[in-house]
């Protein structure tokens, strides 16, 4: 079964400055998908990024970007320029492109963000 | 830009009694999903619901739990006796049937049992 760690508990930053976020995963297969979700206060789910693990390229979303390393199964998320804004529990989620199409999400445990002005 | 919608934000139920959450998808999506996060811990899948019935269930979705597209728009997650250990935010999301199309959530509904 695939798994996915992410070994921070809790990261802070101070506003302006640039911060990465840690995520491994735990998988036999080959094609996938990684995505990274934000869940403000308001504990509303927000996509903050997907990769396809395809695509040799890294995904960039404005200030969000990843470093994504198949062969090490590592998926980081850094954040440029942070902003108060960005402080929020941060999930990488992994879900397998078998067949299937309905595959679900699985989440880590999750890392807290917290910025400082 | 559509949203999932969920209904009620905040439940409270006492303990053994049956309680209906609802979720109203983006409407050209085809896959619906369940998910729950006990406070403070980890988003842990439910159930995931596909051409009217349950393509996928975790070890959590047990005979307390049921799932129901009623209408055609609507997607209910039904918990007949509730345990205090039901307490937790329940998240729908939707998505459209594309293999790297993203998860939708909706805002959550906040469960409380007392």
């Known amino acids: 079964a695939q798994t996915v760690t992410q070994s921070q508990p809790e990261m802070s930053v101070q506003e302006a400055e640039t911060v990465t976020l840690s995520c491994t995963y735990d998988?036999?297969?080959?094609?996938?998908?990684l995505f990274w979700y934000k869940q403000p206060p308001s504990r509303q789910m927000i996509l903050v990024i997907r990769?396809?693990?395809?695509?040799?390229q890294n995904a960039t979303e404005n200030r969000f970007s990843v470093n994504f390393q198949k062969a090490a199964k590592s998926f980081s998320l850094k954040i440029s320029d942070s902003q108060l804004g960005d402080a929020a529990m941060y999930f990488c989620?992994?879900?397998?492109?078998?067949?299937?199409?309905?595959?679900?999400?699985?989440f880590g445990a999750g890392t807290r963000l917290a910025v400082h002005p | 830009e559509p949203e999932v919608t969920q209904t009620p934000s905040h439940q409270v139920t006492q303990m053994g009694q049956e309680v209906i959450l609802r979720c109203v998808p983006i409407?050209?999506?085809?896959?619906f999903y369940w998910y729950r996060q006990i406070l403070g811990q980890k988003v842990e899948f439910l159930v995931s619901?596909?051409?009217?019935?349950?393509?996928?269930k975790s070890e959590i979705f047990d005979d307390q739990f049921s799932v129901e597209r009623p209408d055609g728009s609507n997607f209910t997650l039904k918990i007949r006796s509730t345990k205090l250990e039901d307490s937790a935010m329940y998240f729908c999301?939707?998505?459209?049937?594309?293999?790297?199309?993203?998860?939708?959530f909706g805002n959550g509904t906040r469960l409380t049992v007392t």
């Open positions: 999301a939707s998505r459209i049937p594309r293999p790297q199309s993203p998860l939708h």
């Open positions: 998988t036999s297969e080959s094609d996938y998908y």
């Open positions: 990769q396809e693990a395809y695509k040799q």
């Open positions: 989620a992994y879900r397998s492109a078998a067949s299937g199409g309905y595959n679900k999400l699985i």
């Open positions: 409407s050209n999506h085809l896959y």
């Open positions: 619901f596909y051409n009217n019935e349950i393509s996928e």
